[in-house]
């Protein structure tokens, strides 16, 4: 026959629990408490509520919204650049030196203090504090020929720092807080440039983009700014991203890059639109002003890309370089024919695409084992073909003959 059940309860400093054992003298499993820390209590009892449970700890939890009233809330933008930017927004701005991308960010940073439209596009008038790591003497001649071009009477809510803050520690990241709230009715920070203020972080480091990101979102972005980093390309400066990990570029609402050209043409292109669609490029031209020069807006002309050429492309060309120059011989009459239409673009030379083959067979790099040597440098010459075809840079002129008629490859 069984025991009669008994409750125990246990007391302790900060709180008082029960345990129902399922026979006398015996603990529920995984409590283990010492004899003397519990004392008998009659199971009648049992019911009668515990002493103090509303004032218990309580466990941490974590904001959260339904479903249902998330679909009853209509979304409506807080832009404060219409179409580019919007209130809270991460966003990063990044292009190779020298690029101009400067003077976007003081031109866009100018247009926003001054509620002013940004090239046509709407803005939301609110303080800007400009974060910056390097070149005050060069943000001074830039910024007073904005002020010249854009015409405002008024000293404007533009804020600079005079040192550059260090992102990755939390404790600069709490002093810029601190600013923001001293000045008053700061609504971006521009941080210029992202290397000079991430302090002593590696941007290479997905945990160190970490910290610099908790930090932002702490203290920054917490409190209403939008924050816009202003960064450097990555090494291949045409692979349209910025320097670093990938998780800086993941982290982003918004992402825009600036290009000069060789005639000097800035242009600025979304590559990065998060919840809306991506605006289209915007090009702009340098004006002198003053000591410095501006931003004008002039029309956008879009560009094919250039594929770059590949290792074995380019050691081709070399090749046919060297061939042309041992082997070339005038164009025959049924190559000249084929210029009718374009006659300055007769070669001076050619040579046939077996002489071209020889020499490249030999100087292009190939991984495969000796037995599929053969068939590997005849798939890679074939690719180097096609890169070539493909690559208006190289400005070389392929013919092959087939049984009636040569044909023009390039």
Not at 148 to 158: D, N, P, R, S, V
Not at 333 to 350: C, E, G, H, R
Request: with cysteine; aromatic share 8%; proline share 5%.
């Amino acid at each position: 026959m069984h025991a009669k059940p008994a409750c125990f309860s246990l007391a302790t400093a900060e709180l008082r629990a029960e345990f129902l054992t399922r026979e006398t003298g015996t603990l529920h499993k995984g409590i283990e408490i010492e004899a003397g820390e519990f004392q008998a209590v009659p199971v009648d009892n049992f019911s009668q509520p515990i002493d103090n449970f509303n004032n218990a700890p309580q466990l941490p939890t974590i904001p959260t919204i339904s479903l249902a009233d998330m679909m009853q809330r209509e979304y409506v933008a807080n832009w404060l650049v219409e179409g580019l930017i919007e209130q809270s927004d991460l966003g990063l701005i990044f292009g190779t030196s020298g690029s101009g991308k400067s003077f976007f960010v003081l031109d866009l940073a100018y247009c926003i203090a001054a509620g002013i439209p940004y090239h046509g596009r709407a803005t939301r008038k609110t303080g800007v504090l400009y974060v910056c790591g390097e070149g005050h003497s060069g943000l001074q001649k830039r910024l007073r020929a904005i002020h010249i071009e854009k015409g405002c009477a008024e000293l404007l809510h533009i804020h600079i720092t005079t040192v550059p803050a260090a992102f990755i520690e939390e404790s600069s990241a709490i002093a810029i807080q601190n600013t923001i709230k001293a000045i008053g009715n700061i609504g971006v920070v521009f941080v210029d440039t992202f290397h000079r203020n991430l302090g002593k972080g590696d941007e290479n480091s997905a945990r160190d983009i970490a910290m610099f990101l908790q930090n932002i979102d702490l203290y920054l972005r917490s409190i209403g700014v939008a924050v816009i980093p202003v960064h450097h390309s990555g090494n291949d400066s045409t692979s349209g991203r910025s320097r670093g990990s990938s998780s800086i570029r993941a982290a982003m609402d918004v992402e825009f890059e600036v290009i000069k050209s060789a005639d000097e043409i800035v242009t600025m292109t979304n590559t990065k639109m998060k919840n809306f669609e991506p605006p289209m490029p915007m090009a702009f031209k340098f004006t002198p002003i003053a000591e410095s020069v501006v931003l004008e807006l002039t029309e956008f002309v879009a560009k094919p890309k250039v594929k770059p050429l590949s290792n074995n492309a380019l050691i081709a060309l070399r090749c046919l370089d060297k061939v042309i120059e041992q082997y070339g011989i005038t164009p025959p009459q049924i190559i000249i024919d084929l210029f009718k239409d374009s006659p300055q673009n007769i070669p001076t030379k050619v040579v046939t695409i077996e002489q071209w083959r020889m020499l490249a067979y030999q100087s292009i790099t190939v991984d495969s084992e000796p037995e599929k040597k053969q068939n590997a440098l005849r798939l890679a010459f074939y690719r180097v073909r096609k890169d070539l075809d493909i690559s208006k840079k190289s400005a070389v002129l392929v013919i092959t003959f087939g049984e009636l008629k040569p044909k023009k490859m390039l």
